[in-house]
Structures are given as C-alpha cells and as structure tokens.
Nanobody, 123 residues
Framework: QVQLVESGGGLVQPGGSLRLSCAASGFTFDNYAIGWFRQAPGKEREGVSCISNRNGGTYYADSVKGRFTISTDNAKNTMELQMNTLKAEDTAVYYC????????????????WGQGTQVTVSS
C-alpha cells in the first residue's frame, strides 16, 4: 500500500528557505511518477516539481524555476523539495504525490497523496 507523509512546512519570512520531505513506503521510486503539488486558498491545485528516479529528469513550474530543487534519497526512500528565496505567493499546502507508471509527473486523477504540509511565507 502506497503511503506518503510530508514534513518540513512552517512559517518563514519572504526571502527565506524551507526544506520539505516526503517519506514514502509501499513502493519503489523507479516504478512510480513522483512529485510535489500545492494548493493555495481559493486556487486550484498546481504541479510544482517532479522527478524521475530512473533517469534523473525533472520538471519545475515556471513560478519556482531557479528557486526550488527537487531530489530523492533512495537509501531513506524520501523525496525532498528545497525551497529558497520564498515569496508570499508560495504560501500553500504542499502535497507529495505518486502514481504508478513511467511518466515524469504523477497523474493527479490516479495518484496517491500525502496529508499535506502548510507553508506560509509572511513577514
């Protein structure tokens, strides 16, 4: 059974950094599409970043390119999201997701989801 647990959210000032972690169990990264999504109040869920553990391919939304870095730790079976130079518009609940298959980003319609972690960027 696929299980995902996020951690690392919190309150940070604009320009600050946070590192999110997603602990995965019940599957191996090589057979799944994995990534991070976020949802801000009153807005639709959006894809933030994805990574292929098979070939190292990555995807970043335009809004986070150059500021966020996604990675995996196969020894710990975790996926990380390093977020730098945070902006108020990054405020959202961040979710990690995984769906079976070889695509780069998880299929939101069939993905398994974590419970989410709140990121608030405010002075």
């Amino acid at each position: 059974q696929v299980q995902l647990v996020e951690s690392g959210g919190g309150l940070v000032q604009p320009g600050g950094s946070l590192r999110l972690s997603c602990a995965a169990s019940g599957f191996t990264f090589d057979n799944y599409a994995i990534g991070w999504f976020r949802q801000a109040p009153g807005k639709e869920r959006e894809g933030v970043s994805c990574i292929s553990n098979r070939n190292g391919g990555t995807y970043y939304a335009d809004s986070v390119k150059g500021r966020f870095t996604i990675s995996t730790d196969n020894a710990k079976n975790t996926m990380e999201l390093q977020m730098n130079t945070l902006k108020a518009e990054d405020t959202a609940v961040y979710y990690c997701a995984a769906s079976f298959g070889v695509r780069l980003c998880p299929n939101p319609n069939s993905a398994s989801w974590g419970q989410g972690t709140q990121v608030t960027v405010s002075s």
